[in-house]
């Protein structure tokens, strides 16, 4: 299933999108999308159900905002240098265990939302990823397979970055990971049931209209099931909380000098195949 949540920031609706292309509102049966709602099978039944019955009624989108699709996000778990191509631009070592990092809930928006660059930031940077939505508490799991099985659905996320806060502001990376706006998500939530793999997918990414990230997931250095795995031996994962597995090569920061930060205007665009797609215009905070 592709869910979602639509209307103005902080009154979305849940929704479903049909094989067909056609919205469906999924208010009448469900409050939101949510935590509480990936982690109960019976309601996620509830949709299925209706969905294959017909029983759920046309949205007009006509002038639609599409919000990020997951309400009350827990935490949002990131890892760092987690593909083999970005770690060579970048001059780094792969590293022996995953980079984990953190974003604050509160940095999400939706996928068409406006993302705002920093007062004082020379250094913004784009940086498309593969999110995992965890639906299934997972503690001290012993296998990436067990992982998989604990996972609810994945999502495009954006980790929008400003590398001179993050790197050479005298400490850890969260400066340049926590500005406001610096976690687009979206357009979809998919569930795991329709990606049979989370290593054999695409992620593109182009800066007015430029292609700058061509990668593949294949080139994660620690999969998807293993950074879940990894991740929930130090803290505890719950359903709603979000994973973003890093990103590959072509980050501004891995350009020659002058290196092509985004600027007020730039307009950038990135998907992750089966999970839609993205658009962001950025202006002045």
């Known amino acids: 299933m592709k869910l979602l949540r639509v209307g103005t920031a902080g009154r979305e609706r849940p929704a479903l999108l049909g094989p067909d292309g056609t919205l469906r509102d999924l208010s009448g049966i469900v409050a939101d999308i949510d935590g509480t709602l990936l982690a109960d099978e019976d309601a996620l039944g509830r949709i299925r159900s209706a969905?294959?019955?017909?029983?759920?009624?046309?949205?007009?989108t006509a002038g639609l905002r599409t919000g990020p699709p997951l309400a009350r996000?827990?935490?949002?778990?990131?890892?760092?240098?987690?593909?083999?191509?970005?770690?060579?631009?970048?001059?780094?070592?792969?590293?022996?265990?995953?980079?984990?990092?953190?974003?604050a809930p509160d940095t999400v928006v939706g996928p068409d939302d406006t993302v705002l660059i920093p007062r004082g930031s020379v250094k913004t940077d784009w940086e498309v990823e593969l999110a995992v939505?965890?639906?299934?508490?997972?503690?001290?799991?012993?296998?990436?397979?067990?992982?998989?099985?604990?996972?609810?659905?994945?999502?495009?996320?954006?980790d929008v970055s400003e590398r001179e806060f993050q790197i050479?502001?005298?400490?850890?990376?969260?400066?340049?990971?926590?500005?406001?706006?610096?976690?687009?998500?979206?357009?979809?939530?998919?569930?795991?049931?329709?990606?049979?793999?989370?290593?054999?997918?695409?992620?593109?990414?182009?800066?007015?209209?430029?292609?700058?990230?061509?990668?593949?997931?294949?080139?994660?250095?620690?999969?998807?099931?293993?950074?879940?795995?990894?991740?929930?031996?130090?803290?505890?994962?719950?359903?709603?909380?979000v994973v973003n597995t890093g990103t590959p090569a072509g980050v501004a920061m891995g350009h020659p000098e002058p290196k092509p930060y985004l600027r007020a205007g730039d307009v950038v665009e990135l998907e992750v195949t089966g999970l839609g797609r993205q658009r962001q215009v950025l202006a002045q905070a």
Not at 93 to 101: G, H, L, R, T
Not at 138 to 150: N, T
């Open 168 to 241: 050479e502001r005298g400490g850890t990376w969260d400066k340049g990971k926590n500005c406001e706006t610096f976690n687009p998500l979206g357009p979809w939530l998919v569930t795991a049931d329709e990606v049979p793999d989370p290593q054999n997918l695409s992620l593109r990414l182009w800066v007015n209209g430029e292609l700058k990230q061509n990668g593949t997931t294949a080139e994660q250095i620690f999969p998807v099931g293993e950074v879940v795995r990894y991740v929930s031996r130090f803290m505890t994962l719950y359903p709603g909380d």
């Open 51 to 60: 969905a294959a019955a017909g029983d759920l009624p046309a949205l007009d």
């Open 73 to 103: 996000i827990g935490k949002i778990v990131c890892i760092g240098l987690n593909y083999h191509d970005h770690a060579r631009e970048t001059g780094a070592e792969p590293p022996a265990e995953p980079v984990v990092f953190f974003k």
């Open 133 to 158: 939505v965890i639906g299934r508490t997972a503690r001290y799991l012993e296998s990436a397979e067990d992982a998989l099985a604990h996972v609810a659905g994945y999502a495009v996320a954006h």
